[in-house]
């Protein structure tokens, strides 16, 4: 079993900027690669950005692109994601997932085993 825990959200304005910290226990040594998805009232759960744990190789969603940069530190177990220029439709409540199988990384959510209790972020304009 692997546990993650959220941190970091809050309310910031346009333009601004937060650091969100997602931190593995357990099972982390398993982990193949985490991500961030995020879901807005009203909107399906989608996906932000991905990882690999060992390789540290990244991949992001079109919509976050130059903005967000997804990041981690193996000895702490922990994933960050740094988001820079926050627009109002960047509020949402954003989850870590963790997966521990693969070959490439991958914005389907079903493909990841464990996630977080997400954690609330939201942009005024």
């Known amino acids: 079993q692997m546990q993650l825990v959220e941190s970091g959200g809050g309310l910031v304005q346009a333009g601004g900027s937060l650091r969100l910290s997602c931190a593995a226990s357990?099972?982390?040594?398993?982990?193949?690669?985490m991500a961030w998805f995020r879901q807005a009232p009203g909107k399906e759960r989608e996906f932000v950005a991905a990882?690999?744990?060992?390789?540290?190789?990244?991949y992001y969603a079109d919509s976050v692109k130059g903005r967000f940069t997804i990041s981690r530190d193996n000895a702490k177990n922990t994933v960050y994601l740094q988001m820079n220029s926050l627009k109002p439709e960047d509020t949402a409540v954003y989850y870590c997932?963790?997966?521990?199988?693969?070959?490439?990384?991958?914005?389907?959510?079903?493909?990841?085993?464990?996630w977080g209790q997400g954690t609330q972020v939201t942009v005024s304009s």
């Open positions: 997932a963790a997966r521990t199988s693969g070959t490439i990384l991958t914005r389907l959510d079903a493909r990841y085993e464990y």
């Open positions: 357990g099972r982390t040594f398993s982990a193949y690669a």
């Open positions: 990882i690999r744990w060992s390789a540290g190789s990244t």
